[in-house]
Structure formats: C-alpha cells, structure tokens
C-alpha cells in the first residue's frame, strides 16, 4: 500500500470517464471521486497505523528527479480536502446539464489528480509539474463550460492563466536555483541546503511571487473575481474550494523552509499584506452586485487571514491555516453550489434580481444560512476553530495585528448577511422551484462536515500538528 | 447529578432539534408544547441542582468531552456550575419556561410556530452553555449562538426587510462587541495559557502580568458586554430589535441574553478587581448610557421601544454597579429587571395582540377595563421600575444607587436622574395604554378583549414575582450577597447598614419616581395629552425621538464612508489596478502594432536591417577588441 | 560518410523511379528506407565508409543530429503526401526533400568548411526551389523571391567568413581551425571570419535582426514546405551553428557572450511580440519559431555542455512544429486562406485534431508534462547554473507573453464556432503524422532522460 | 607568386572587401531583380578572389577548390533564382521588386 494509489485512481478514472461517453460519464466520475475518497480513507488509517505511505522511484536521471511523494499530516489533511470535495463537486454538476459531458467530467478528475499530486509531492520538480498541470484543466473548464458573453470570458480566463502562469515560472526559477546549488529536487535536501540570506531573500520572494497570485494576497488578486464569474459552478468550486489552497500550503511546505531567514525578516510586511488583504476584500464585497464577484472577494478575505496565519510563523497560525483551508473549502464549495442552485432557477448571478426565496423554500434556505453562517465563523462551526487560531496567531505576533484582522468578523458578518438577506428573504418575487433532495445532498454533507469538525476538530488538529511542528522547527 | 447536568443542558437542544425537524408535522399545538416542556425540564434540572448548591458548597465542574488544542491551550467542553451559574440558569430557565408557555397561544396564528419554538429552545440552549460554560470559549459559544438566536428571532417575520435590517444590525453590532470579547480571551490566553475561569483566578494572584496588558483585557471583555448588553455606543440595536415577535423582546432582549454582559463582568470579577481603572470606565458607560437611554425613552410612542430603552437604561444601571465593584448588586437587580421587565414586554404582547399588531401608544388608551390582568400585572410591574416601595425593583435599583452614593457622587447624581425619568416614561407608557379614552380604529374597538389563560397566567406569575422579588436582597439581610459571597474576593458592597444616610437616599429614590409619575400625571393623565405626530415635534424633543441621532450619525461617519469606500475600491481601484497589472500585457500588445510596421514587406527594409545588424555587430566587437 | 550515401541513394532513387514510372511507391519506399537508415544509423549498425580526407565524420553529436533530422525528412515526407496526389512531380519534390536532407546531414558532420558550405547551400536552393514551387500563386513567387535574395545575401557573408578564415589560417579542415581558435598568435582575419559566418547563421536560424524573411516566406510558401523550414531547416541550421560556434570560437570571448545575449533577447522578445496580433497561423507558427530561436540561442552561452539541452530543445520545437502543422494542413485546405479562425470548431469538428494541436501548443509554450516544458527547464537550468539570472526572468517573461497567442488558437478551436460549414484536408497522413508527433512530445516529456541521456 | 609580393595580402582583401560591399549595396539600393542577382554574384566573386589570393598567399592548393565548389553553387543558387524570376514575371508582368509586398505585418 503506498499513497500514489490515490493518484492512480484518479487518473485511470479521468480516462475512464472520457471513454466511458456522455451518458455514463458523470457517473463514472462519481465514483471514481469516492474511490479516491475511499482509498484516501483507507491510506489515513493506515498512516495513523503507522505504515508508511511514501513512494520514491527515480523517474530522470539528469536533472535527479525522483517520483517521490510523501506523506504527512499536512499532505493527508490536504489529501482528504481534495479528494472529499471532489465528489461533492462532481455532483454539484449533476445539477446542470453540460455539453461533452465526458470532457467535463473527465477534467474534473485530471484536475483532482493534479491537484492531489502537488500535495503529495516530495520532489521540488515533481511538485512543479503537478502543480502547472493542475492549470491546463481549469483553463478549459472555465472557457469551454463557463457562462457571460465568450469574449469577455475567453479575456477573463486567458488574464488568469497568464497571470498564473507567469507567478509559477518564477517559482521554476527558484526550484532551478536550488538545484545548481544542492544538485537535488528532495524536499528534505533542498531543506538542508546552506544558502545565504540574499539568496533566500530572492528565493522567498520568487515563491512568493507564485503564491501570491494563486492564494491570491492583495494586490495580486486582480484575476480572481473574474475568473470566478465566468468559471462554471464547478470550477468556480473546483478554483476556490482546492487550487487556490495550493498556493497556500506550498507556502507552508515549500516557501517558509526554504527561506527561513527571509521569511522571518519579511515577516511583518508579508502579514501586513495578507492582513490589507482581508480588510481590502471585506470592504470590496460589500458592494458588489453579482453574487459569484462576491463570494469571490469574500474569498479573498478569507484567504488572507489564512495567510496571514501562514507568515505569522507560529504554530497557532500554521494550525489554524490548515484548518480554515479545509473548512474554507467545504464552504465556499457550497456557497457557490448555492449559487449554481439559484442560478439554475433564475439564470442571473444578478443579486438584485433574487429574493424571495426562504419563504417558498424553507429548507434551502436553512442550508444556505447554516452554510453562510459558517463562513462568518460561528463558534461550533468548523470555520471558528480555524479562525480562531488563525487570530489568535496573529494576536501572538503583534495585538494590532489581530484587532485589525478582526473586523473580518464583524465585515464578514456584514456582507454576508446583508447578502443572505438580499437573496433569500423578502416577499416573494419570482417563483422558485423547490430543491430536489438529491440537490440537496451536497448541501447537507457540507452542513454536516461542518459542524461534526466544529465540535470535534480535536483528530484533525492530531492529524496536522506533528508535521507543522516539523516544518516549524525547520524554520527555526 | 451528571445526567442532571447533562439533561439540563441537551433538554432545549433536543427541543430544538424535534421541533426544526418534525415540528411542522407535529402540529402548532404539540410543538409548542414540546418547546415549552423542555426548557421546563431544564429549568427542573436547574432547581435539583440550586438544591444542591448553596453558599460555600463546593462548586460542579462537569466535563463533556474535548473541543480543541490551540498552542498549548486546550479548550474544552466543560461546565462549571457555581452559585452564579445557577442563579442565572434558575431565572433564564425559569422565566424561559412561562415566556415559551405564553407563546403558545401568542403566536398560535403564526404558520411557522413550529420554527419559533426551535429557535427559542435553541436560544434557550445557547444562553445555557453561555451561563454554564467553565471557560471562555463555551461562553463565547454561548455567547454567539445567542446572538444568531437573536438575529433568527427578530428577523422572525422576515418577509419584511425592514426586520431583517434590524436582525442584521442587531448581529453586526453584536460582532463588534465579540471582537472585543475575541481580543480579550486572546490576551488572557497567551498570558495564561488556559481559558478556564477558575485557572485563570488562581494564577491571577501570582504577579506575572503587567497591569497594563490586564486592563486591556478587561477592556477588551467590556467592549463585548457592552455589544451584547447594549451600552453605548453599541446600544443601538436593541430598540430596533424588537421587530422581532414580542415574546422574543420579552425573553431575548430583556431578561436574559442583554444581561449576559452583566454575567460575564460578573463571571470575571476577578480580572476587573485587578483593573480599577476599566471599573471606571464601565461606571460611566453605564451610568452615561442609562440617563441617555432613558431620555429617549421619554418620547418614544412605540410601546415596545418604550421598554426597549427602558431595558438599556436599566442595564446601564447595571453596569453602574458592576463598575463600582459591587457585583451582587448588579445581579440582583438582573434578576429583579428580569422578573418586571418581562411581565412589562408580555403585557404589551398582551395588548398589541388585543389591538392586532398596533403597537403606537398614540393610537391606544383605555385598555385598563377591557384587559384588568393585563392591566394589573403590568402596574405592579410599573411600580417595580419606577422603584415604589416595596416593588422589587425599589430594593435593587436602591443598592445601585447607595453604592453610587458611596463612590461616587456625580454617578449617584446622574443615576437619580436616570431613575426618575424611568418613572416618567413608565407611567405616560400605563397612562397612555390603559386610562382615557380608546383612540383606535372602531374596528380595534369592537375585537377588544382581554388575552387567554396562556398569556395571563405567565403575567400574574411574573407580576408577583415583580413584587416580591426583592426579598432575595433586603437591606441588612441578604440572602444573596451571603449565597454569592464565594465567588467574590471582597465583602459584599451591599451590605450597606441601614443607618440615617441610607434612609435618607431611599427617601430621595423615592420622592424622585413620585416627581416622574406626578409629572407623568399631570401630562397624560390630567391633561390628556396625546404626544403630537412624529413629523411635528420640535427642539429637543426632536433630538430626543430622533434618539440623538446616533444611528444617523453611525450612518454618516461608519457605513455611508464604507460602502463609499467600497464603490470605490470597486469601481476604481479594483479596475485601475486591473489595468496596471495587465498593463504589460497591453504594452507588449502595443508594441506588436509597431513592430508589424516594420516588417512591411519591402525586402529593401529587411536587407537594410540586416546590414544595419551587420554593422552593428562588426562596430561593437571591434571596438571592444582594440 | 555511410548515412549521407545512403540518403543520396535514396534521392537518387526518387528521381530514377519517375522515370521507370514507379510514382505511387516513391514516397513508401522512401518513407520505408528513411526509417530503416534512421536505425541503422541510430544503432551504428551501417558500415563506415572513409575516404575523401575524412571529410564527413560520423560522431556522436553528428549522428544524434542525423537521426533526428533523418526521422523528421521521413515524417515530413509522409505529411506532404497528400500534396501531391494529384501532381506529377512528385519525385522532383520528394527527392529535393530527401537531397535537402543529404544537406542537412552534411551540416552536423562536416570536418570541413567545403563540406559545410556544400551541405548548407544544397539545403538552401532546396527550400528555394521548394519555397517558390507554387508557380502559379503570386504569394509562393514572392516567398522564393525573398528567400532566395535574402539567403544569398547571407550565403555570400558566410562564404566571405570562410574565406577570411582560409586566410588566417590556410587551411578548410575543423581541427586545423579549432587549433588556430585557441592559439594566440592567430590573425585577426580569423576573427572577421568567425564574425561573419556568425551573421551567416544567424540569418539561417532567423534571429533578429535578420529574420524579417522569415515570417513572410513561411506565409508564402505552400504549407508542407512552411512545415519544413521552420522545423527540418530551422533545427538543422541551429544544430550546425553550434557545432561551428564549437569549432571557432570554443573559449568566447566575453564581448561575443555579451552580443549573442543581446541577439538572444532580441529575437525572443521580438519574436513573441510580433506574434502577438498575427491573425495567420502560419505567420504566428513562423514568429513563435523566432521566438524558440532565440531560446536555441542560449545554448551557444554554455557551448561545452549545452549539446544536449541544444538537442533536447530542438527535437521537442521540431516535434511539436510538425504535430502542429499535420493540423494546420489538416485544417487550410485552401492554400490562400490561413487566418486563425479556420480553426473556429475545430474541436467539435474534430476533437482529436483540435487534441493534437492543443499538445503541440501547450508544448511550445512549455507546460508541463510536455517535451516543451522540459526543454525550456534544462535550458534555464543551464543560464541559470552559468549565472545569467536576468536572462533567465527575460526567457520567462518571454513564455508568458508566448501563452498568448499560443491559446488564442486554442480558444478559438474550443470556443468559436465556425462561421460556415467547413471542409477539411481528411487525409490520414496528416492524421498519422500528428499523432506520431503527439505522441512522442508526451513520451519525450514522461521519459526525458531517454532523449537526455543520447548525447 | 610575384605580384603578389608586389601588391601585398590586404590589398587583396581591401579590393575584395570593396568588391563584396558594391555587391551588397547594389542589392540594396537596385530594385531591379535582374541587377540584383548581378551583385549578389559581385559578391560570390569578390570571396572567389578572395579565395584564389589566399590560396596564392599560403601556397595551398586547396583554396583554388573551393572556388570551383563556390562557382558551381553560385550557378545553382542563380539557375533557381532566374526560374523564380521567370514566374514572378509571368504572374506580374515585371521584375520590380517592390511589387513584392504582398506578404507582410
């Protein structure tokens, strides 16, 4: 038993689902999604068992690079966000009716496996190559499956990939400039390698300039709104719910050990940034008129906290990184299947053209608020725990800091809420079908997850502490 | 006594869970029943254990189970039951127990009663794990969960987004008091590295804080108090919430959740005995926002908003007497206002349900003999505010002010005047509702009638208990200083010796409200005055229904500057940052334009460049050479 | 010396078979033998040949290079079938490819600047003759005309390059040159030789500022003739530029570094920005070529261990030209109309050719997985290991620019509709030739150390 | 052997190099395809003189080959170019070159 079986399924499956032809495909990759979940499962137990799930062949000679993925508690956290969220995702499609359904689906999954890839992997190179193929599939998902006027959509998308392309090439940089140094692509020789302060000083920022366009921190962020209202629901959940959490735990795995000393000295200005960034996204939600910019730039508030965590570099802050990116995934996944949801009803993202809609569907409606409510970070909600480290790593390094970050709680309530209200309550304006219980399924498993790691996140925070401490004694 | 604990806490949860599940099914009847029984069994459970417990009796850790590690700290699902905890728990139980009784039958005609009662019962839970919590996260779980409990409430009819404004300013100000709670519990964790109540008091007496951090803390703590109780600046929203349905005001936004503040100050005296300087400024908040709160009272037309105030000017007073030091004092009249402030906003339950919905005073009157319980019940209650003798609230509402009189005499001056515009409004509210003439619509005047058992029956016991109540705390005799005494460090504050000096303040207590309720005679009762439309009043008064203009002010300085600058990070920045990141794409694009000028076509330009390539390359590198 | 026989030969048979009217099996038999002297030449399995002073010696760079332009000339053959189903010139043009390919092999071989000369000039008139070969199409005429000037112009140079280093040194043969190159005491003619034979190549591989023919002759030319000068031609040019800057110049002095920087940057920018507002495919293939030129370039910095990125680079920008141009063929069926939007729909049309295109772009642009990607790591590895950091962020920036309009065609294959029903060129060599292409861009980026490891 | 004694090497390559250069502007400057063609065969002959006298300067026979190598190609490059021409010129009617415009951007 080794992880890479994951990997497997999720290939063999995309292939699967390709062949399979439209009419089985969204099954197939259904399927495929909880096999990977299952063996995802399967490979947790045996890592608490103890086994060892790493996998190290040598797949190029010249440079050294090893098919090495390794497994931690951080990448098995990781591991599980993706391939749970995938099957959720993939029947959140169920809701819409796509042309070349098998392409979809099919990149759907190649996606996950990219995905699932750059959070296993345990070579600089490797990790690189999972990470820039994990853009190929939403490229197309957004442009061939997205919604809005093609021009304007085809920019928008092209803008993304451009942009994060571009934020990645400077990343190979980095990687290439280690390995003249170190001769290695091994994580834990690169980790061990002596450079001097300038060099990781540019190292770091090289790093970050990848990461700071996927996460995306303020003000690099410029793609995102966009590229979330002209993606498809899905891969508006697939952009928000696990890729942009790339970015934000190779910050974690890959940027903060191999800059150490940089890390710290930029420290400050890096989390002030992060921190701008949650002020800045809270304060441009409020106004914004189509639901999906919105809950683009809520993300982007939310995920500046979360980086703001990360750079803190403190163990509060990495935990509570960890924890907000997955529940962060579980809700912003459902907000937007929310979304599809009402979208698939009103066809408008428009929210002034909503309303109405809690009278005639109470049972939405709850959801929806239970959901949205998580995202504001009530307590017993999964999101609280994490925000609540996350601040309180904040509050560790400097009080202002976390007064400042703060006000999210009291923004994001603001936004929110007055979203909710917009959307859901009021007289009734225009008739809404009722949601289907298999429509409501996604919503429900999310709902659930929710609040079981809210009140019981104890075993993930097991699950993820020894490898943070690692990665923060590296630093160190 | 685990299960006991165990059943007080998960009885309004399973209420909860039953009615938001099946509770459509089920029947209004059956759901309401089922909502009311389980906060009654809670309430049960709080009486086996007030059994238990008395003074000096050790006190009950319960833990449930484990919640999470942050750092070092290790949070978990764990109770303390201790003479606060379960004198609280006694009265938001037990008073949870008669508001769910009169729901039944007041909110019988709502098609979704079923939610209603799901949303008390898990009001009722959350305020229990609030109370109950032993450290400062169950509390702040408690503390949130009231507040979505709250926001669900008052948004209630949410058909209306007026409502709904009200619910969401209700749970955004909230927030901004839990930041403040959030920054607290931080700073006390990283000095404590715990979040236990009963820890955090025993390593607060190793000197190994700065004074200063400590303050802040405490300072932190009291901004959240002052969200959740509704003390300036964050008061704002607790008159706009009650759009919510009345008994909701009753239980939510006067008995139990707006005094939480009041609970935690208490649950904290630990930390603000250390911190004399943050008691200073919780006097004056308190005191400033009862005398401003209660002005405004004095020319609301809106009955409920008429208590509404009313409820924040008497949770200044609170905070009055926490800020002096004297806790039990503070609770005391907590659980009288709970008892009279309850039986005030059922009562007007009682007749906006009699008017159907009508809730301006203008339009009332002459209730007295068409609704006599209702009418009775709400006197006594009346007579407990205003502080008459013997009604509870004289007995609290004097311990505040003797304690304001020892420390502090401009407090006590200010207080006073508080109090006595307190009696003013109360009784133009009485004089307004019930004497004179009806001056409704003749439609209203034929369906006049009084309420059914159900709404009655919660009144008279509430009445009562606004009438006796005070004997929990006579002068000289306190039971409930000498109940609470473990918890606090010092001597009572209220053990005031019933010298001249004392006599002598009860006596201006009282000379005052008679001069409010005379003023309030003489206005409504002798003259009859009818308060003039809203869009007539002048001068102060203008000032005063215009409540200071605090929200139009908060509106001017904090949301319209924020949603401006909204529009413009997101009409402006948004787009010109956009561009300059794209703007290389655009420049290189640019460029692509020039450069297909050159290759024009004609093989003379091409061979030109290449000779021109040639040159240049022979140039430099001979030059370089030599 | 064996391979170059063996490749006359079979240009000889070209011609022999029109005349024994043996036409249909000019192209499978030359197709057939390419590939079997592609692996005997591989294996080293062909008898050595010596004679004629040794003037073409096989080694280990000469026949990697061989290999890959011999299995191109075959791939490329195979493409332009369909061309010239209906013609009878057939073997003319099959056996001008097959002679260009002789040329070719002379220039990665050559011990001798007689050699190299001959070798490049057989594969110039070549592309001449093949460039102008539309003659009734005004836009063929003008594309032979440019060429032909412009690479006689360039030809001249390289020949007055030659004779200068005749004069310093008095001899034509590599070794006598290499000694001189590094000998103090050399005249001063030798380095005007070695400048000008620069230019020379340069103009070959199309880098600015003398590649302004480049994009109109690659318009110009019919399309199986564009697909292989920017793929055979340009790679064979490249390879052999190397081999020269080897010979003449093996310890660069730091003022030639400094000016092949300067041309390496200005051909990668200039290349990308031109390429940017193309609306013709064969004019965004023949910029993005420039473009990949100035890449190629970077190896000259590190000439004595750069052979093999140099070798890597050229077999993926070669590979993924041909997959790319089976579609372009594929899809301009009508030779005077080759705007991007003829690839409105491909992709619902033809999913598979829409496929093989989106490979051989997302290869160019050097994503991942794909033979593209690796060739442009392992040469930024290499500036970056030299120490050239600022040419490296340079050679990004230019990738991103490239993913431009590399996905304008993409976009329009996935997005667009075709405007009217379009008919396409079904032919099942453009069919065999792409997926062989495709193919080996993927197995070359899943396995790069089989491709790494031959030189 | 002796008049190149007399003359001197870079006289030689000066007279070639002048030679090359007038080839290389009268492409330039002439639009003429034909007169074209004639300098870039000036400038094939301006290296082939070049060559001879190289050859004459080392003593080296090998130079004078390389001449008939350059010559024969030189033949070739102008046999195809003329054929080129001939159908430019049936499909225009001139030899302007500036009538080539048609591919460009």
Redesign the interface.
């Given at each position: 038993m080794n992880i890479s079986i994951v990997l497997i399924v999720l290939l063999v499956g995309a292939i699967a689902t390709y062949v399979s032809g439209n009419k089985l495909a969204s099954k197939i990759a259904l399927l495929t999604s909880i096999a990977a979940f299952g063996a995802t499962l399967y490979a947790l137990n045996a890592f608490n068992g103890g086994e060892n799930l790493d996998v190290n062949t040598i797949w190029i000679n010249r440079p050294a690079v090893n098919f090495a993925l390794h497994v931690d508690g951080l990448s098995m956290a990781m591991l599980l966000l993706t391939t749970g969220l995938l099957p959720l995702i993939i029947a959140s499609g169920f809701v819409t009716k796509f042309e070349n359904e098998k392409a979809i689906y099919a990149l759907m999954l190649f996606m996950g496996f990219a995905m699932a890839g750059t959070f296993l992997a345990a070579d600089g190179f490797l990790y690189y190559i999972f990470w820039e193929i994990a853009l190929i599939p939403i490229y197309f998902i957004a442009l061939k499956w997205g919604n809005g006027d093609i021009e304007a959509r085809k920019k928008a998308i092209l803008k993304f990939f451009i942009y994060t392309f571009a934020g990645s090439l400077f990343m190979l940089l980095a990687f290439i400039y280690l390995y003249t140094k170190g001769g290695s692509f091994d994580i834990n020789k690169l980790y061990a390698l002596q450079l001097n302060s300038t060099e990781k000083t540019y190292i770091f920022f090289a790093f970050f300039l990848a990461y700071a366009i996927k996460i995306p921190v303020v003000p690099f962020h410029t793609w995102q709104a966009n590229t979330y209202s002209k993606a498809p629901g899905v891969g508006t959940m697939l952009l928000s719910g696990i890729m942009l959490k790339m970015g934000l735990y190779s910050v974690l795995r890959w940027q903060l050990p191999l800059s150490d000393s940089a890390a710290k000295e930029y420290m400050p200005i890096i989390v002030a940034l992060s921190i701008a960034g949650i002020i800045y996204g809270a304060v441009v939600t409020l106004k914004q008129k189509n639901i999906k910019k919105l809950l683009a730039y809520s993300s982007l508030s939310h995920v500046g906290l979360i980086a703001a965590g990360l750079y803190s570099l403190t163990i509060e802050g990495f935990q509570g990184a960890v924890l907000q990116m997955l529940s962060h995934g579980l809700v912003i996944v459902g907000l937007f299947y929310v979304v599809e949801l009402i979208y698939n009803r009103y066809h408008t993202y428009e929210i002034k053209e909503m309303g109405g809609i809690r009278i005639q569907d109470t049972y939405f409606a709850s959801l929806f608020m239970i959901i949205m409510l998580a995202s504001v970070a009530l307590p017993t909600t999964f999101n609280f725990i994490g925000e609540f480290n996350l601040l309180y790593s904040l509050f560790k390094v400097n009080m202002w800091y976390a007064i400042i970050a703060g006000t999210t709680i009291i923004l994001g309530a603001f936004y929110m809420l007055r979203m909710f209200q917009k959307v859901m309550l009021g007289g009734e304006t225009k008739s809404f079908q009722k949601i289907s219980k298999q429509e409501s399924i996604v919503l429900v498993i999310i709902v659930v997850v929710t609040i079981f790691f809210g009140l019981f996140p104890q075993p993930i925070i097991d699950l993820i502490e020894p490898s943070l401490q690692s990665i923060l004694t590296q630093i160190k | 006594m685990n299960t006991t604990i165990l059943l007080l806490l998960f009885a309004p949860l399973v209420g909860f869970l039953i009615n938001?599940f099946f509770g459509k099914s089920l029947g209004k009847t059956v759901s309401g029943v089922i909502g009311t029984a389980t906060v009654f069994i809670s309430f049960l459970c709080t009486l086996c254990l007030f059994s238990q417990i008395n003074s000096g009796a050790e006190t009950i850790k319960f833990h449930l189970?484990?919640?999470?590690?942050?750092?070092s700290i290790k949070v978990n699902f764990s109770f303390l039951l201790d003479q606060l905890s379960v004198l609280w728990l006694l009265f938001v139980t037990g008073i949870g127990t008669l508001i769910h009784l009169y729901s039944i039958s007041y909110m019988h005609d709502d098609e979704?009663m079923h939610?209603f009662f799901s949303y008390l019962n898990l009001f009722v839970f959350f305020m229990i794990a609030l109370v109950a919590g032993s450290n400062l996260?169950i509390m702040?779980?408690g503390?949130?969960?009231v507040g979505?409990c709250s926001?669900l409430l008052i948004?209630f009819w949410?058909?209306?987004?007026d409502y709904?404004?009200a619910?969401?300013k209700a749970?955004?100000m909230n927030?901004?008091g839990?930041?403040g709670f959030?920054?607290g519990i931080?700073?006390l964790?990283?000095t404590f590295n715990t979040l236990e109540f009963l820890e955090i008091k025993s390593l607060l007496g190793k000197d190994v804080i700065s004074p200063s951090l400590l303050s802040?803390a405490a300072l932190c703590l009291f901004i959240g108090a002052c969200g959740k109780s509704a003390q300036l600046p964050l008061s704002t929203w607790l008159p706009d919430a009650m759009a919510g349905p009345t008994p909701v005001s009753a239980l939510i936004h006067a008995a139990t959740m707006v005094t939480a503040g009041i609970f935690m100050v208490t649950r904290m005296n630990f930390l603000f005995d250390l911190t004399p300087d943050v008691q200073n400024v919780i006097a004056i908040v308190g005191t400033i926002t009862a005398v401003v709160a209660a002005s405004i009272g004095l020319v609301q037309n809106d009955i409920k908003k008429v208590l509404a105030y009313s409820t924040v000017s008497q949770l200044g007073l609170m905070f009055l007497a926490l800020g002096l030091g004297a806790y039990e004092v503070a609770v005391f009249h907590v659980i009288t206002h709970a008892f009279f402030k309850a039986c005030l906003f059922l009562g007007s339950g009682s007749v906006i349900h009699a008017l159907h919905g009508e809730q301006d005073m203008r339009n009332m009157g002459g209730l007295r003999k068409v609704m006599p319980i209702t009418f009775w019940t709400m006197m006594i209650s009346t007579l407990a505010i205003s502080g008459i003798f013997p009604f509870s609230g004289f007995w609290s509402k004097d311990e505040i002010l003797m304690t304001a009189f020892h420390a502090n005499i401009p407090l006590w001056v200010i207080g006073s005047i508080a109090s006595i515009m307190t009696a003013f409004y109360m009784f133009r509210l009485m004089y307004l509702t019930f004497f004179n003439d009806f001056r409704g619509t003749e439609e209203q005047k034929h369906h006049l009638h009084e309420s059914p058992a159900l709404i009655t029956v919660p009144l008279i016991i509430l009445g009562t208990l606004a009438a006796v109540g005070g004997v929990i705390s006579l002068p000289g005799n306190s039971w409930l200083n000498h109940y609470m005494a473990p918890l606090f460090a010092h001597k009572a504050h209220g053990e005031h010796h019933l010298d001249s000096q004392a006599y002598m303040l009860m006596a201006i207590a009282t000379i005052g409200a008679l001069v409010g309720i005379g003023i309030a005679y003489s206005m409504y009762l002798k003259k009859k005055q009818v308060p003039v439309a809203d869009n007539e009043v002048q001068g102060l008064h203008k000032v005063l229904s215009n409540k200071y203009y605090l929200d139009e002010i908060y509106m001017a300085i904090i949301v319209k500057p924020?949603?401006a600058?909204?529009?413009f990070?997101?009409n402006f920045?948004?787009k010109y940052?956009?561009k300059t990141?794209?703007g290389f794409?655009s420049a290189?694009?640019a460029?692509?334009?020039q450069?297909?000028r050159i290759?024009?076509?004609?093989?003379?330009?091409?061979?030109?460049?290449?000779?021109?390539?040639?040159c240049g390359?022979?140039i430099?590198?001979f030059n370089?050479?030599n | 010396m064996s391979t170059l026989i063996a490749i006359v030969g079979i240009g000889i048979f070209c011609l022999l078979a029109e005349i024994m009217n043996l036409r249909k099996i000019i192209i499978p038999v030359t197709i057939v033998s390419l590939m079997a002297l592609f692996g005997l030449t591989l294996t080293g399995n062909l008898p050595e040949i010596k004679g004629y002073e040794s003037m073409i010696v096989m080694d280990s760079y000469g026949k990697i290079f061989s290999c890959l332009f011999i299995l191109l000339t075959a791939l490329l053959v195979l493409q332009s079938a369909p061309s010239y189903v209906k013609g009878t010139k057939v073997s003319d043009f099959i056996s001008i490819k097959v002679f260009m390919l002789s040329g070719a092999v002379a220039m990665v071989t050559f011990t001798n600047m007689a050699m190299f000369f001959l070798g490049i000039e057989v594969l110039s008139i070549g592309l001449y003759v093949l460039a102008g070969s539309d003659r009734l199409n005004i836009k063929s005429n003008e594309a032979g005309m440019k060429y032909f000037l412009m690479g006689s112009f360039a030809s001249g140079i390289l020949l007055f390059g030659i004779a200068m280093l005749y004069g310093a040194t008095g001899a034509f043969d590599v070794a006598t040159l290499q000694e001189a190159s590094i000998s103090a005491s050399t005249e001063y003619w030798f380095y005007i030789g070695v400048i000008l034979i620069t230019i020379g190549m340069l103009f070959k591989v199309a880098a600015t500022p003398m590649h302004f023919w480049a994009p109109d002759v690659y318009e110009g030319s019919p399309t199986q003739v564009t697909a292989m000068m920017s793929t055979l031609a340009k790679v064979t040019a490249m390879a052999s530029f190397f081999k020269l800057i080897t010979i003449l110049n093996s310890q660069m002095l730091y003022s030639y570094t400094e000016v092949i920087i300067v041309v390496t940057i200005a051909t990668m920018l200039f290349g990308n920005i031109m390429a940017l507002r193309q609306k013709k495919i064969k004019r965004v293939l023949a910029y993005s070529g420039v473009s990949h030129t100035g890449f190629m370039l970077l190896t000259l910095l590190n000439i004595n261990e750069a052979q093999n990125n140099l070798l890597f680079y050229a077999t993926s920008y070669a590979i993924a030209g041909l997959a790319a141009f089976s579609v372009v063929l594929f899809v301009i069926k009508n030779e005077d109309n080759d705007q991007i939007d003829n690839f409105n729909g491909l992709a619902k049309k033809s999913p598979l050719m829409a496929f093989i295109m989106t490979i051989a772009l997302l290869s160019m642009a050097g994503i991942p997985i794909l033979a593209g990607f690796f060739a442009k790591f392992f040469l930024l590895s290499q500036i970056i290991t030299s120490g050239f950091i600022g040419l490296a962020i340079v050679a990004i920036i230019n990738s991103m620019i490239a993913v431009f309009y590399y996905f304008k065609v993409i976009v329009a294959m996935y997005t667009k509709e075709a405007e009217y029903e379009k008919e396409y060129a079904n032919h099942s060599e453009y069919y065999i030739v792409g997926i062989v292409a495709a193919i080996l861009l993927l197995v070359i980026g899943l396995f790069p150390d089989a491709l790494m490891n031959l030189l | 052997m002796n008049i190149l004694e007399t003359v001197g090497i870079n006289n030689y390559i000066m007279l070639s190099a002048l030679l090359f250069c007038i080839g290389a502007f009268g492409l330039l400057y002439r639009r003429n395809a034909i007169i074209m063609f004639m300098s870039i065969e000036i400038m094939l002959n301006a290296v082939n003189l070049l060559l001879v006298a190289f050859s004459s300067y080392h003593e080296d026979p090998s130079g004078q080959v390389f001449v008939f190598f350059t010559m024969a190609v030189a033949a070739a490059e102008v046999a195809v170019g003329l054929a080129i021409l001939v159908s430019v010129f049936r499909n225009i009617g001139n030899i302007d070159i500036d009538n080539l415009k048609n591919l460009k951007g």
């Open positions: - | 938001i189970a484990d919640w999470f590690t942050v750092g979704n939610k996260l702040f779980i503390w949130e969960g979505l926001y948004g949410y058909k209306n987004q709904n404004d619910a969401k749970f955004i927030r901004i839990d930041l959030l920054i931080f700073i964790g990283y802040i924020l949603y600058i909204s529009t990070a997101k920045i948004e940052l956009s990141v794209f794409g290189t694009y460029l692509s334009i450069g297909k290759q024009n076509g004609n093989i003379g330009v091409y061979l030109f460049a290449f000779i021109l390539g040639i390359f022979l430099y590198l370089i050479r | - | -």
